[in-house]
T-cell receptor
Framework: NAGVMQNPRHLVRRRGQEARLRCSPM?????VYWYRQLPEEGLKFMVYLQKENIIDESGMPKERFSAEFPKEGPSILRIQQVVRGDSAAYFC????????????FGPGTRLTVL | AQTVTQSQPEMSVQEAETVTLSCTYD???????LFWYKQPPSRQMILVIR??????QNATENRFSVNFQKAAKSFSLKISDSQLGDAAMYFC??????????????FGQGTILTVHP
């Protein structure tokens, strides 16, 4: 059973460009969480999705950030008009059922904004 | 809201010795879960151990065990017979089992563990 896949592993964007981060959960997992890790900090929750539904986006900045988890295909975290402060590692985690299940993390995408 | 605090930014241990990493948390929920995750230089987040708050028995996973003190809201990680491969950043985390914030993990600031040969 393959683990959580994230791509790209490294992404470089110039200010004002768009960044698209992809996450494929483990097989059989229908719950996806996105977290952001700024340099020298712990991970911070951004958004929790189930297939075709956003369940909790309380950690997501109100502007420029959006997330989706379509019926088919990976979950996408999209950052429009990136700024230098968006530079961070973005981690995706998946779990098979509800909140009581352990979340398994992908390797992360390191976003660098020039 | 949940908070998780790790008061030790850095810890070090000799190979084969035992080390304890501290973690305290705060939550208003009665049902929750606690975790320790390890982040080696590869930055991959690896689950080390998990504890259900309703269980009084401390969780153990081979050389890793926890000391869960529910009344004190303390959740420390003990690593026995430390190995060089244990060197990493360790994060304590909590998650509510219900309520509006169910599922999402709240992380501490992390503790960097160095293992000396």
């Amino acid at each position: 059973n393959a683990g959580v896949m994230q791509n790209p592993r490294h992404l470089v964007r110039r200010r004002g460009q768009e960044a698209r981060l992809r996450c494929s959960p483990m097989k059989g997992h229908s719950h996806v969480y996105w977290y952001r890790q700024l340099p020298e900090e712990g991970l911070k929750f951004m958004v929790y999705l189930q297939k075709e539904n956003i369940i909790d986006e309380s950690g997501m900045p109100k502007e420029r950030f959006s997330a989706e988890f379509p019926k088919e295909g990976p979950s996408i975290l999209r950052i429009q008009q990136v700024v230098r402060g968006d530079s961070a590692a973005y981690f995706c985690a998946s779990s098979p059922r509800l909140s009581t299940d352990t979340q398994y993390f992908g390797p992360g995408t390191r976003l660098t904004v020039l | 809201a949940q908070t998780v605090t790790q008061s030790q930014p850095e810890m070090s241990v000799q190979e084969a010795e035992t080390v304890t990493l501290s973690c305290t948390y705060d939550t208003s929920e009665s049902d929750y879960y606690l975790f320790w995750y390890k982040q080696p230089p590869s930055r991959q987040m690896i689950l080390v151990i998990r504890q259900e708050a309703y269980k009084q028995q401390n969780a153990t996973e081979n050389r890793f065990s926890v000391n869960f003190q529910k009344a004190a809201k303390s959740f420390s990680l003990k690593i026995s017979d430390s190995q060089l491969g244990d060197a990493a950043m360790y994060f304590c985390a909590s998650a509510n089992a219900g309520g509006t914030s169910y599922g999402k993990l709240t992380f501490g600031q992390g503790t960097i563990l160095t293992v000396h040969p």
